[in-house]
């Protein structure tokens, strides 16, 4: 399949530990969004990368959330120190095109800190 | 502060039947609105889109009303189809980003 993959689709960590999210894009979707969703709401916007640029964090929570971009295809997100009110599925999209819409959704990493 | 808001959560519907599935905002800065179909631990799938400029799109069976005066839009799936059970997110694009409702669960029975 050509879609969004993310990796691995569970994680569990315990309260204080790293975690890294990774985001396999479609190939050469110029764009690339980070969401976070809690349980019962919507995606909740994180951040956007235009290739290797990161143009918005806007929506990172803390300063334990980071996200990179290197290449301008794959992108990992990286939280430290995890906390409880972190648990959530992380969602990444991309889209072929400059503008936010018609974004294509991987299936989340949901991600669970005990 | 909630800038889309989908008041119901959930909608039920016979197969066969139209259902109406409904979206406010607040934020006239919005220039694009979307609905996306999420099934369980599956990403959400773009549906079908609208334009601020535009009150209407229509794709098969599905067709996206906007009222701007009112700040509000809909979603109309026509005939309904079990298949088509699932949470239905409203969405609206600002810049580089798009703002989500909180999702309508549709159950279609048949």
């Known amino acids: 399949g050509a879609g969004v993959s993310q990796s691995p689709r569970y994680k569990v960590a315990k309260r204080g530990q790293d975690v890294a999210l990774r985001c396999d894009p479609i190939?050469?979707?110029?764009?690339l969004f980070w969401y976070q969703q809690a349980l019962g709401q919507g995606p909740e916007f994180l951040t956007y990368?235009?290739?290797?640029?990161?143009?918005?964090k806007s929506g990172l929570p803390s300063d334990r959330f980071f996200a990179e971009r290197p290449e301008g295809s794959v992108s990992t997100l990286k939280i430290q120190r995890t906390q409880q009110e972190d648990s959530a599925v992380y969602l990444c999209?991309?889209?072929?095109?400059?503008?936010?819409?018609?974004?294509?959704f991987g299936p989340g990493t949901r991600l669970t800190v005990t | 502060d909630q800038q889309v808001k989908q008041n119901s959560p959930s909608l039920s519907v016979q197969e066969g039947r139209i259902s109406i599935l409904n979206c406010d905002y607040t934020?006239?800065?919005?220039?694009?609105f979307l609905w996306y179909k999420k099934y369980p631990a599956e990403g959400p799938t773009f549906l079908i889109s609208i334009s601020s400029i535009k009150d209407k799109n229509e794709d098969g069976r599905f067709t996206v009303f906007l009222n701007k005066s009112a700040k509000h839009l809909s979603l109309h799936i026509v005939p309904s189809q079990p298949g088509d059970s699932a949470v239905y997110f409203c969405?609206?694009?600002?810049?580089?980003?798009?703002?989500f409702g909180a999702g309508t669960i549709l159950r279609v029975k048949s």
């Open positions: 969405a609206a694009s600002v810049g580089n980003k798009l703002v």
């Open positions: 934020n006239s800065m919005f220039d694009y």
């Open positions: 990368f235009q290739n290797e640029a990161q143009l918005d």
């Open positions: 190939s050469g979707h110029v764009s």
């Open positions: 999209a991309s889209s072929a095109r400059q503008r936010s819409y018609e974004q294509y």
